[in-house]
């Protein structure tokens, strides 16, 4: 798609939130079994509603716009995602694979911040200030997943070294 615009450049960015966030709530389920840490496996967990949560926010904008949410896949969380089923599957020692888990999925949480952070900040270049509010929201809460994780990576992380 040729972007002309920036609201054109905003639902650009919001379809491929929407898909990533769709990928997401299939991967988190996954992600979660493959989990030795009963901590890390929380986080997964409680990270999936959230993320149902965003497509619902985000559901919520495109009515907002009267504009589809499909017709784009996000090939950069396809990518995050690939490489943490590989690791996965991989297998190892459960300690190990928990820190590896959690790298893979602060990777996620990271492509996620920048680009609610820039959707966000196309919103507010347009004027949309309750779209702006919404994607304020999700990107709050992408920003704590990823601070829960860190916190959890500082146990796992010991416990992998000691395996």
Do not use: W
């Not at 997401?24 to 890390?40: H, V």
């Not at 396809?78 to 089923?85: A, I, M, N, R, V």
């Not at 347009?126 to 709050?140: D, Y």
Request: proline share 2%; glycine share 6%.
């Amino acid at each position: 798609m040729k972007l002309e615009t920036m609201k054109g450049l905003l639902l650009d960015e919001l379809q491929d939130l929407y898909s990533a966030e769709t990928q997401i709530t299939k991967a988190l389920p996954k992600m979660a079994k493959a989990s030795s840490a009963s901590d890390l496996k929380h986080a997964f967990e409680s990270h999936l509603q959230e993320t149902e949560g965003h497509v619902q926010r985000l559901e919520t904008i495109f009515k907002h716009l009267k504009e589809s949410p499909k017709g784009k896949t996000c090939e950069g969380m396809k990518g995050l995602l690939k490489e943490g089923d590989e690791r996965v599957k991989e297998g190892g020692e459960p300690e190990v694979l928990d820190a590896g888990l959690i790298s893979a999925a602060q990777r996620v949480e990271h492509y996620e911040i920048a680009a609610y952070g820039s959707a966000r900040t196309y919103a507010e270049l347009l004027g949309e200030s309750e779209i702006v509010r919404l994607l304020e929201k999700t990107l709050e809460e992408e920003k704590a997943a990823d601070q829960k994780l860190t916190k959890v990576a500082k146990k796992v992380n010991v416990k992998a070294q000691a395996a």
